[in-house]
């Protein structure tokens, strides 16, 4: 169910731009900044119950997710995503990361992910150290 054909109405760049203003015309000419282009977290949001309706629960966690980090500056993203990667952080150091998420982005769903990855690490022998 692509919401920008079906309903895009519901579908909003960061800026508030509507789908429609946003144009290849545009981009080339320099006339939008990243912010016109980043998409929405309640798009996101829209999408995962979607997902949901349509009996695809990952995907519906995925987006949420996504929206989620939305929240969070790139280069903080790019941190964490290293930090997660196997025998890169103690298990410490992911806990601390899943903190960060839920107190400083209320990014309650990441925190998980990043729990269960620090549980996972540290069964499988995958923690740094």
Same mark, same amino acid.
């Given at each position: 169910?692509? $919401?920008? %054909? !079906?309903?895009? *109405?519901?579908?909003?760049?960061? %800026?508030? &731009?509507?789908?429609? *203003?946003?144009?290849? *015309?545009?981009?080339?000419? #320099?006339?939008? %900044?990243?912010?016109?282009?980043?998409?929405?977290?309640?798009?996101?949001?829209? !999408?995962? !119950?979607?997902?949901?309706?349509? @009996?695809?629960? @990952?995907?519906?966690?995925?987006?949420?997710? /996504? /929206?989620?980090?939305?929240?969070?500056? *790139?280069?903080?993203? $790019?941190?964490?995503?290293?930090?997660?990667?196997?025998?890169? %952080?103690?298990? !410490?150091?992911?806990?601390?990361?899943? #903190?960060? &998420?839920?107190?400083?982005?209320?990014?309650?769903?990441? /925190?998980?992910?990043?729990?269960?990855? /620090?549980?996972?690490?540290? #069964?499988? #022998?995958? &923690?740094? @150290?």
């Amino acid at each position: 169910y692509p $919401l920008a %054909s !079906q309903r895009p *109405d519901l579908v909003r760049s960061a %800026s508030g &731009l509507k789908l429609e *203003d946003i144009t290849l *015309d545009k981009v080339v000419e #320099g006339s939008l %900044s990243f912010e016109d282009i980043k998409i929405r977290p309640e798009t996101l949001e829209y !999408q995962a !119950q979607i997902a949901e309706s349509a @009996g695809r629960p @990952g995907l519906a966690a995925n987006l949420r997710r /996504a /929206a989620e980090l939305t929240r969070i500056p *790139d280069e903080r993203v $790019l941190e964490i995503y290293n930090a997660m990667r196997p025998y890169r %952080s103690t298990k !410490q150091e992911l806990l601390d990361i899943a #903190g960060e &998420l839920e107190s400083k982005y209320d990014a309650r769903v990441c /925190a998980a992910l990043v729990h269960e990855a /620090a549980a996972v690490y540290e #069964g499988r #022998g995958r &923690l740094k @150290g």
